[in-house]
Each structure stands twice: as structure tokens, then as C-alpha cells.
């Protein structure tokens, strides 16, 4: 394994092979709270340990939204105290939660995650923060944990019902490393006047063209421009009767930069407020490989008649919304993996630096599975399934790169009405880079 890291020193074999440049590290520990030693496809085990007997100890079935479920169909309940001996040094705690009651609504089990007697998350609410799919699989990663007295502890404090925890994963937070300069295929630092038409698309929408959102996509100079090295994705309130309500800007690099696997690098900085919804992301190019009925050429995006959405997939390196500040989301969609039938894929990363300073969202995409990290902390896999059709893993095509500040919609009002006393609010970003992957890489 030594010779394996030095011969990747330089990419992600910190992450995805367990080592790093300056020598191993503890093994991770990884828990399935009240099951059995359970090892995954993905390549984790977690380990059975006695539970207390104060502690509540239940089991479920049917768990959605993940590939290996079944350190979701046992958990804990109740007031929940964990110790853990470690090193000290610093760590990424990833908490695993399953709603197991179908009565349960958002608002009905809230409770606060505390760490080393500090809090670090506060109401998480496992329904709620599952988009309402109870019984879908949740994971939140807490990166960043210092530890000086050579234990972890963690508690769950109840605020309303009872806390519950499926399973945990306490990480040395090892980075993942810069990436290679000679793997560099593609790249915009943003260091013209404005902005390079040979790299980028603008969209040019009218407000509710996807996912009810509220703005109208321009190309206006107030809505995207560069400014001192950076590009800035500027929403705004208009204030003239008969203009559009909201106004924002849309980018992407369909057919000038195309990516079949690889890793991407983008560093930004987020705008704060309820009501905004900003993305990095992807979709493919060919947007009609695995679709089943529709017309090439016909618009496909929020359409209600073509099928090219979720079938050839899509890929979320960030997305974040207002309304649930320092919350940051990786995701993807396939035909048999959507939020429609609950089986959504998604991860979650917790840093409340996003909107005041700029901060690194990467993506690790290879033949067999996608990797996500927030300035180095990996906090979301999707691995290819055994045996996969293009219903599970449409990601065999290229894909293309899409930048975006969208204002309200489904997910942006899903915390309440837009706060129009934000405006203007700006997404920057100062680099997209994107890099092949090494040889030997899994």
C-alpha cells in the first residue's frame, strides 16, 4: 500500500486509497449502531459494537436512496452520548441516518449534533433534511473536528422526539492533494474583460423554464461579467414595472468543453440569503443517448413530455440553498436513482464558509463510481452497481459543465418565500479546472 500511495502522491490517493504523503494513518472507524459487521460494495466495513443498555435499539426494511443499505436498517434511539478514543488531530465525523416511521413529518424529530461539548449542527431534522422522503438513507458530513484530549465525543440533543443514528464514520481528515499539472486538459481563470464565448454558453431563459424557478436568465453585464480575475453570476430585484421580477445568469460548456471521466476542480464563492439556489454542475451533452420518447432537438429540460431527464443523468459537484446556510449538496440522477421513487443519491457536507470566503468543490468521476469533496474532504460516493444498465449509471457519456445562480423555485422556496431584501447577491467564482485521471486510477 505504500508504494501504491507515492506512485498517486499528487491526485486522491489520501482519499481513495486510505494513505498520504506523510505515511498511514489509523485505519477509519466506521459503526453500525444495534446490527451485525457489515461489509459494503463500495469498499467500507462498519463494525458491530455493544450497544448501552439505556439506549433504545430498533430495526427497519425497505431503505431507499442508497446501494448498500443495510446499515440503515438498524439505529439507536433516544438521548445518545457516543466516546470514542482516538489521536489527537483532526477529523471528518459522517453521521448515517434512516427515518424508520412513515408518521414522522419534518418538524416531528429535531435535535442538535454536539461535538467535543460544542455545537456543530443545530435542529437537524432527518425527514427534512431527506427533502420529506422518510425512509430514504441521509448522511451529513461534519468536517474540520479537532481533537486535543485523545477522544471523540459526540452527542445527539434532543430538541423535539427523540434523536436516532443508523451509523458513523470518524476519518482522519486527510486532503485530498492538488491535482497533477500534466493531467490539466482544460481550464478558465476568468482574466479577460469578458467572458471567453470560445469556452462557454450563456442561456438566455424566461423565469419558470426548469424547476418553477423565479428568475429570467440574461446575458446582461449585471448579471454576468468579469470582475478583477473572477467570474460573477450577479442576481437581482427589479424595480421597474413590467421588467422581469428576478434576473440571474446561466453558463455551461455544452460542445466546447465536454468531460467523459476525470476530475474537476472548481473554486467559488457562494451568496447568501433565502430564496438563492447556486449550482455547479453537470449534464450530458447528448442529453437524448438514453431517453425513450422524445424528438432530438426538442427542449428537454423541465419538460413533462421527454423522458431525457432523468434517463442520461445528471451530476451535482454543489449545490446549496439559502434557506439552509453552509449546507452544501453533491448528488446524482439516473432513471432508477431520482427523488421521485426516493432512491435519490445524495450527500451533504456542513461548513458555514460559504458565503464569506471562497472555498474548492471537486469531483472524482472514473468508469466505475463519482466521488465529491469540499476543499478536500471527500463527503459523497456513488458507486457503479454490479452489473449496472444506463438506468443506474448513464455515466458511460460525455457530460458538460454548468454554472448557474437560480433565485426561488421548487428547492429555493422550500424554506420559505424569497427574502427580497438580499438582492443583489452574486455567486463568484475564480477557476474551473479539469483534469484525466491517472493511470491505475479505481
Known sequence: MKSLCASLLGLLAAILYGCSSDGPTFEPIRINFGGLTVHQADGKTFSRVAIPSDWKNGAMGNVFGVNDSQIYETYVEGPIVFNQAVPNGVYALTLHFAEPSAEVRAGDRQF?????????????????????????????????????????????????????????????????????????????????????????????????????????????????????????????????????????????????????????????????????????????????????????????????????????????????????????????????????NWEQRKGRIVDEGVAEQFNDYSLIWSPNRIDAFMNGTHYFRYQKPEDADWQAWPFDQPFHIILNLAVGGNWGRAGGPIDDSIFPVRMEVDSVRVYGLPEGAP
Open 112 to 340: 442538535d449534533v454536539l461535538i467535543e461539548q460544542e455545537t456543530v449542527l443545530r435542529n437537524l431534522d432527518v425527514t427534512l433534511f431527506r427533502d420529506g422522503r422518510t425512509q430514504s438513507a441521509l448522511t451529513v458530513t461534519l468536517p474540520g473536528i479537532k481533537v486535543e484530549d485523545g477522544r471523540l465525543e459526540l452527542v445527539l440533543d434532543p430538541i423535539n422526539g427523540e434523536p436516532i443514528l443508523s451509523a458513523l464514520e470518524i476519518e482522519p481528515q486527510v486532503l485530498l492533494p492538488a491535482a497533477q499539472s500534466d493531467l490539466l486538459v482544460w481550464e478558465d481563470e476568468f482574466d479577460g474583460e469578458t467572458l471567453d464565448t470560445s469556452r462557454w454558453n450563456i442561456d438566455l431563459w424566461a423565469a419558470k423554464y426548469v424547476n418553477d424557478e423565479d428568475q429570467t436568465y440574461t446575458d446582461r453585464a449585471e448579471n454576468l461579467r468579469l470582475e478583477e480575475g473572477r467570474l460573477v453570476i450577479e442576481a437581482h430585484r427589479a424595480d421597474e414595472t413590467g421588467a422581469p421580477e428576478y434576473t440571474s445568469a446561466r453558463i455551461h460548456t455544452q460542445n466546447k468543453a465536454d468531460v467523459l471521466y476525470g476530475r474537476i476542480d472548481v473554486r467559488a464563492k457562494l451568496p447568501a440569503g433565502q430564496g438563492t439556489w447556486p449550482a455547479i454542475w453537470m449534464l450530458p451533452s447528448d442529453p437524448y443517448v438514453y431517453a425513450s420518447n422524445c424528438v432530438a432537438g426538442e427542449r428537454w429540460q423541465g419538460s413533462e413530455t421527454c423522458d431525457a431527464w432523468p434517463n442520461s443523468g445528471e451530476i451535482d459537484i454543489m449545490e446549496h440553498v439559502g434557506y439552509q446556510m453552509g449546507h452544501v449538496h453533491a448528488t446524482v440522477h439516473t432513471k432508477s436513482a431520482y427523488w421521485v
